[in-house]
């Protein structure tokens, strides 16, 4: 089997059972993953709004840990995924550079929750997508996307504490390339959500 084919997540139609769709919003830096996050674990192909990178992003656009990337995302990503049989969240990658800002409230409006994914080799490029979800009071978990082996050397505590982040928001690892991982971290953002709403969801 090509690898490049086995690689495609299935692409599912909508589930007859479904009952309740939800918004979650992926935020996080340039080149951080988010379009590849959500690609991953869409049962549809996800709409991108990618533009090919151009001299007018050169001195702009931080690409030392990304050399290859020559796109980049300029409104949103958009993906579906079936969380269960009653539940499909919709999911709506946020752009990374500054300069696409303006589209942030129209990725972030009525989302249940938002996933922040991490880069540990550009930690700095998370405070500002960090400080707009918060911004909003939305539930949200931090995603540190391991793109090498080299970045399991640092610890979740150290990525915590490098995000100064508040005790009760859930940081965890993932990899946006597979699906699996990325099922794993929006499931977690659910639950941490309905832990939010009722405590008594936490306790054993």
């Known amino acids: ?3 490049a ?3 495609e997540p299935p692409r599912m139609p909508l589930p007859q059972t479904a009952s309740r769709g939800v918004k979650i919003a992926v935020a996080g830096g340039f080149g951080v993953g988010k379009t590849t996050f959500v ?3 869409s049962e549809i192909t996800p ?4 533009a090919e990178m151009t001299a007018a992003s050169i001195g702009t656009d931080d690409l ?3 050399p290859s990337k020559t796109g980049t995302t300029v409104a949103f990503d958009f ?3 079936a969380l269960s049989p009653s539940m499909v969240l919709y999911l709506f990658g946020a752009p990374g550079q500054e300069r696409f800002e303006f589209m942030w409230r129209t990725v972030l409006k009525g989302a249940l929750g938002t996933v922040v994914l991490v880069d540990t080799r550009r ?3 998370s405070f500002r997508s960090l400080d707009r979800v918060e911004d909003t009071s939305l539930p949200y978990v931090v ?3 391991v793109f090498g082996r080299e970045d399991r050397e640092h610890s979740l505590d150290d990525v915590r504490e490098a995000l100064q982040m508040a005790p009760g928001v859930p940081v965890m690892r993932c990899d946006a390339r597979d699906r699996q991982s990325v099922r794993g971290v929006l499931i977690a953002l659910v639950e941490h959500v309905m832990r939010l709403a009722d405590p008594r969801e936490g306790r054993a």
Not at 47 to 50: P, S, V, W
């Open 1 to 3: 089997m090509d690898s």
């Open 5 to 7: 084919t086995s690689c």
């Open 39 to 41: 690609g991953a674990v």
């Open 47 to 50: 709409l991108r709004t990618e």
């Open 64 to 66: 030392s840990a990304t």
């Open 79 to 81: 993906g579906r995924a």
């Open 123 to 125: 930690v700095e490029d």
């Open 143 to 145: 995603a540190h996307n």
